[in-house]
C-alpha cells in the first residue's frame, strides 16, 4: 500500500485510503472514549465526597493547610455556600461568554456585536447553571456503567450522524467497531465505582499511538533521522528513499514478528487487568496490528520510489525530517 502509480495499484491505493479512514475513526473514538471516562471519574470523585478540591481551595485561601485545621462553622459555610455559590457565578459568567462568542460567530474582529436581548441571555446561562448542576449530580448518583453506557450512545449517535451526512461510510464502519466493544466493556465489566478508567486509558492510549503511527506512515509524516539526504543530489533521492525504506522494512518485519509472538504468548496465557478486568492481550494487539499495516505501506512507498528513480523523476518535499 502505498501511491499508486498505474491503474494496478489503484485498488490497493483504495484499500490503503479505507484503512486510513477506519485508523482516524478509531482514533477519534479512542481520545473522546478516553476524554469522557477521565470526566466522569473526576466528577464522581469530587461530588461524592464530603471536601472536594474546591473546598480545600477556599478553605486554604481563609488560612487553613488542611481540612482538620478548619472549624467546623467555617468547613460548613464553605462547603455547603460558598463553593456552590462560586462555582455557580463562574458557570453563570462562562455560558454569559459562550452565548455572545456564538452570536459573533463568523464576524469581524472590529465589527460590532449583532443586537439580542440580554434577557434572554441572561435566562439561557441562568438554565445552563442549572443544566450543569443537574447534570453533575446525575453523574454523582448514576453506577458508571449506565453513565458511560448513555454517554457512548451520545457520542456514537453523534459520529454516525456526521460520517452518514458526509458520506464517509469509513468513518461510520469505524464508528461502529470501535463502539461495539466499548459498549460490551461497559456493559460487562464496569459497576459503580470509576476504578477501572485508569487501564481503560492506558488500552485506549496504545491504539492511539500505534495506528497514529501507522497513519504518519502512509502520509510519509513519520519522522526520519538522517544526514545523508541533505547532500545527496535530487536524481538519487528516490533510489536512496527505496533502499531506506527496505531497511525499514526488515526493522518492522523483525519487531512485527516480535510483537505478534509476544501477542500470541499473551493469549495462550490468558491473564487479566486487574481494575478492569480486561484480558491482557488487547493492550498488545495495536502493536502487532499497526506493524502489519506499516509494512504494507512501507513495501508500497519503497515501489513508488524505485518507479521514480527509474523513470529520472525528482520527488517533491516531504514531512518532517530530523537532521
Same mark, same amino acid.
Given at each position: ?7 494496478? @495499484? !489503484?485498488?490497493? &491505493?483504495? /484499500? %490503503? +485510503? ?13 481520545? $473522546? ?67 455572545? @462568542? !456564538?452570536?459573533? &460567530?463568523? /464576524? %469581524? +474582529? ?13 435566562? $439561557? ?75 481503560? +486509558? ?122
Amino acid at each position: 500500500m502505498g501511491e499508486p502509480a498505474t491503474d494496478a @495499484t !489503484r485498488p490497493l &491505493a483504495r /484499500l %490503503d +485510503a479505507l484503512t486510513y479512514a477506519v485508523e482516524r475513526g478509531l482514533i477519534t473514538g479512542a481520545l $473522546l472514549v478516553m476524554t469522557l471516562t477521565y470526566f466522569l471519574q473526576i466528577v464522581h470523585r469530587e461530588m461524592r465526597a464530603q471536601v472536594n478540591a474546591f473546598d480545600r481551595l477556599a478553605l486554604r485561601m481563609h488560612g487553613y493547610g488542611s481540612v482538620g485545621e478548619a472549624p467546623a462553622e467555617l468547613l460548613a459555610r464553605v462547603t455547603g455556600r460558598e463553593t456552590p455559590i462560586v462555582l455557580a457565578v463562574v458557570a453563570f459568567v462562562m455560558a454569559l461568554l459562550a452565548l455572545r @462568542t !456564538r452570536a459573533r &460567530a463568523g /464576524l %469581524d +474582529a472590529d465589527a460590532p456585536s449583532p443586537p439580542g436581548s440580554w434577557v434572554l441571555r441572561i435566562g $439561557l446561562s441562568v438554565l445552563a447553571v442549572f443544566a450543569i448542576w443537574g447534570f453533575l449530580e446525575l453523574v454523582a448518583v448514576t453506577p458508571s456503567r449506565w453513565m458511560c453506557l448513555g454517554s457512548l450512545a451520545v457520542l456514537t449517535a453523534a459520529g454516525l450522524a456526521q460520517a452518514l451526512r458526509t458520506g464517509a461510510w469509513a468513518g461510520a464502519a469505524a464508528v461502529l467497531m470501535g463502539a461495539a466493544p466499548i459498549a460490551w466493556f461497559f456493559a460487562t465489566h464496569v459497576e459503580e465505582q470509576y476504578l477501572w478508567s485508569v487501564e481503560l +486509558a492506558s488500552v485506549l492510549l496504545m491504539y492511539v499511538g500505534f495506528l497514529g503511527a501507522s497513519m504518519a506512515t502512509r502520509e510519509r509524516k513519520h519522522i526520519r533521522v538522517d544526514a545523508v539526504r541533505k547532500k545527496l543530489p535530487p536524481r538519487h533521492l528516490p533510489l536512496y528513499n527505496a533502499i531506506g525504506g527496505l531497511m525499514t522494512i526488515a526493522f518492522c518485519v523483525f519487531l512485527g514478528g516480535l510483537a505478534l509472538h509476544f501477542l500470541l504468548s499473551k493469549i495462550e496465557r490468558g491473564g487479566t487487568m486487574q481494575a478492569s478486568g480486561l484480558p491482557e492481550w488487547v493492550i498488545s494487539l495495536p502493536i502487532a496490528v499497526a506493524l502489519a499495516v506499516m509494512v504494507l505501506r512501507f513495501v508500497g512507498h519503497a515501489v513508488h520510489d524505485f518507479a521514480m528513480w527509474r523513470r529520472g523523476e525528482i520527488p517533491e518535499p516531504e514531512a518532517m525530517d530530523l537532521h
